[in-house]
Each structure stands twice: as C-alpha cells, then as structure tokens.
C-alpha cells in the first residue's frame, strides 16, 4: 500500500520534469502523452483495487462491531450463572473491540491514501489535457507557419517569372517600337524626296505657263 502511495504521490513530480524536458516537437510531446495515459490506466487500476479493499475492510469493521456488541450481550447475561463463560464472553468482546480498533486505524489510512490516489489521478488527467491541448496549437501554428512559408516561397517564384515576363514583353515592345521607327523614318525621307521632286516639276510647269504666256504677249505685240 505504502509503495502505490508513494507511485501516485512521485508521479506528478515526474510528469512535470519530463514536461520541461520536451522540446516542441510533435513526436516528443505525442510520446509523452501517451506515457502519461499508460501511467493513468495504472493509477486507475491501483485505485480501482485499493476501493475494494477499502470495502472489504469496511464490512470486516461492521461484522467486527457486530461481534463485539454480541459477546457483550452474551457476557452479561451468562455474567450471574456461569462466570467462566462469561469471562470468555468479555475475553472474545475485548479481542473483537481491540481488532476494531486496529482495522479503524487501518481504514483511515487507507482512506486516505485512496482519496490522495483519485487527486493524483485527476492531476494526470490535468496534465494530459494541458498537453494535448499544447500539442494542438502548436500543430495549428506549425501548419499556419508552414503554409504561409509554401505560399510566400510561391508568389516568390511567381513573381519573379511574372517579372521576367514583363522584361521579354517590354524588349519585343522596345524591338517593336524602334522598326516601327525605322520605317517612319524610311518614309519621312522617300516622302521628302518625292515631295521635292513634285514640287519641283510642279514650280516647273508653272515657269513654264509663264513663259509661254510671255511669248504670247511678245507675239501680240509685234503684230
């Protein structure tokens, strides 16, 4: 009884230095949840035995005290006709009232060490709770941790091929843009050239209008 009592008593002690030896890791913390469980399926059958003990002690009390009651009766009334027989009677109610006693001191204790037992059950299931709980945050931040990281190293990539799409796009614009250009240019100057020469042979055959129309007016005159 003695050892269970100190088991259950040392367990949560050990539970907490286990516990701030676990680093974040999923795999440490799962591990030790599950030796924590193991310890509380120990602890409950441990429990589960010192009750029935504790109820056999109980009856054993009462049929005791049922004993001692009896052979007091029995002594006082044999007590005035046979006082060998009585004696015996009060030997036997003093056995049974002493046993009693004794079985009392024992049912205390054993009280006690069942109620500390169910408390240090209940910081188990506590502790349990508190790392459960703990691990599945911590999964949820690492998962959150994880997924921004993927989309982040994503965009990454798609904006530097984006990017590059922009740099070839504005090159063939660029390219594009400078032919065009080139053959505004080619064209400016084939207009320019055809222009002159229009001109030219338009101011052409005005001079010579002209000087068709002062041989006429030469002719005119010398007539």
């Known amino acids: 009884m003695s050892a269970i009592f100190r088991w259950t008593t040392g367990f949560a002690s050990r539970i907490d230095a286990m516990v701030r030896q676990i680093e974040n890791h999923d795999a440490l913390v799962s591990a030790a949840i599950r030796d924590a469980k193991e310890a509380r399926a120990r602890a409950k059958v441990q429990l589960k035995r010192v009750r029935q003990d504790g109820r056999r002690m109980q009856q054993r009390r009462a049929e005791l005290e049922q004993s001692e009651t009896l052979w007091r009766e029995r ?10 027989r009585g004696i015996e009677c009060v030997r036997r109610m003093k056995r049974a009232a002493h046993e009693r006693t004794a079985l009392g001191d024992q049912v205390e204790e054993h009280a006690r060490i069942e109620a500390q037992l169910g408390r240090d059950i209940g ?8 790392l459960v709980q703990q691990r599945n945050l911590l999964r949820t931040r690492q998962s959150r941790a994880e997924a921004l990281a993927a989309a982040q190293r994503e965009d990454g990539c798609r904006i530097s091929e984006v990017e590059d799409v922009l740099e070839r796009w504005e090159i063939k614009v660029s390219r594009n843009e400078t ?7 080619e064209q400016d ?15 052409l055959e005005e001079l010579r209008a002209l000087a068709r129309s002062d041989d006429a007016s030469a002719e005119r005159d010398a007539s």
């Open 123 to 130: 910081r188990i299931d506590q502790r349990i709770e508190q």
């Open 189 to 203: 100057d084939l207009e320019i050239e055809l222009g002159g020469e229009e001109e030219r042979a338009a101011l």
């Open 179 to 185: 032919d065009v250009d080139c053959d505004l240019d």
């Open 75 to 84: 002594a006082q009334r044999v007590a005035a006709s046979d006082e060998e």
